[in-house]
Structure formats: structure tokens, C-alpha cells
């Protein structure tokens, strides 16, 4: 994922929300926008969205196997694959200006950058446990990328 600048760092600080009352339920979100970075909002999942795992598995168990396992599914009535998320949020790394950026962002959308950014297959997606209320670090320049793992709870990302 090429960076616009080879000299100039790009910094980007991915925040996400703490838990509403749809997530506590374990309800699907709808696309949830991302201002000033459109590329890094929230997946569509289509039909899906507003209902719970249990909903959709009980009418289509075979959906959420795919799903779950196949990262060229997209969940029915438009919803978008996880390789397509994934290649989405790439591109709006790649396209980011130097400089520092932050975006609050759904969990999956964490997921998707880390996928991309490490150039990971998209099977790791489903192996990435992103918490709640957290902040996620990513460092590039010239395509590479850098993920901060590991900052004392007191000291959040980039405040170095």
C-alpha cells in the first residue's frame, strides 16, 4: 500500500466507540459513516444490519458459515464482503496525506486497516479481537507500515 510521500510519516489513530445498546445486544450495524474519511466507514451488511447473529443464523445458517468463512461473501440485500471492506479501507490508507489523522471507526473497520496495512491474507480478519472504547496506531511511510501494540494503559497512542 504505497504511501502519497516517501519522506513524510503518516500517522493514523483509529478510535472505537464504546458499546451501544445495539452492540450490546450483539446487533449488526448499518454502515455507520466515517466524516472527513469516507473510505473507513463501517462495513454494510446489508440485510443483516440491525439484527442479531442468533436472528440471522436461525434463517440463514448457511449465510453466516459463508460468511464467517469465505471473505468473498457479501451478506444479501448489498451487504459487502470482508475482502471488500478490506481492500476498501486499503485504499483509503494508501490515498492518506502525510501527516497525523484520526477517525473513530467500528471494530470490523480496525480489523479491515490491520489486515491491509500488514498485507495479511483476509482470513486473518476473523482472528483480530478489537475491544470497544480503545485506540489503534498505525505508522507508515513509502507503503510500509507500522502497528503500535502494547502502549501502557496510561499512555494513549501517538502521545509520545
Do not use: K
Not at 20 to 39: I, L, V, Y
Not at 40 to 50: H, I, K
Not at 57 to 62: C, F, G, K, R, T
Not at 87 to 94: E, K, P, V
Amino acid at each position: 500500500m504505497p504511501v502519497t510521500s516517501s519522506a513524510a510519516p503518516v500517522r493514523l489513530l483509529l478510535t472505537t466507540p464504546p458499546l451501544d445498546d445495539a452492540a450490546r445486544q450483539g446487533r449488526f450495524g448499518s454502515a455507520r459513516p466515517c466524516p472527513g474519511h469516507e473510505g473507513l466507514a463501517g462495513p454494510d451488511l446489508g440485510a443483516w444490519a440491525g439484527r442479531t447473529l442468533e436472528e440471522v443464523a436461525a434463517e440463514d445458517p448457511q449465510g453466516v458459515r459463508s460468511w464467517l468463512t469465505d471473505p468473498d461473501y457479501a451478506p444479501p440485500g448489498g451487504g459487502e464482503s470482508v475482502a471488500a471492506l478490506i481492500a476498501r479501507t486499503g485504499a483509503h490508507l494508501a490515498a492518506l496525506e502525510p501527516g497525523r489523522h484520526h477517525a473513530v471507526v467500528a471494530q470490523a473497520v480496525v480489523r479491515a486497516v490491520v489486515v491491509a496495512a500488514l498485507e495479511l491474507p483476509a482470513a486473518a480478519f476473523w482472528r483480530l479481537d478489537v475491544r470497544p472504547d480503545t485506540v489503534t496506531a498505525l505508522s507508515g511511510r513509502a507503503g510500509r507500515w507500522n502497528l503500535l501494540v502494547g502502549a501502557p494503559p496510561s499512555q494513549q497512542p501517538g502521545q509520545h
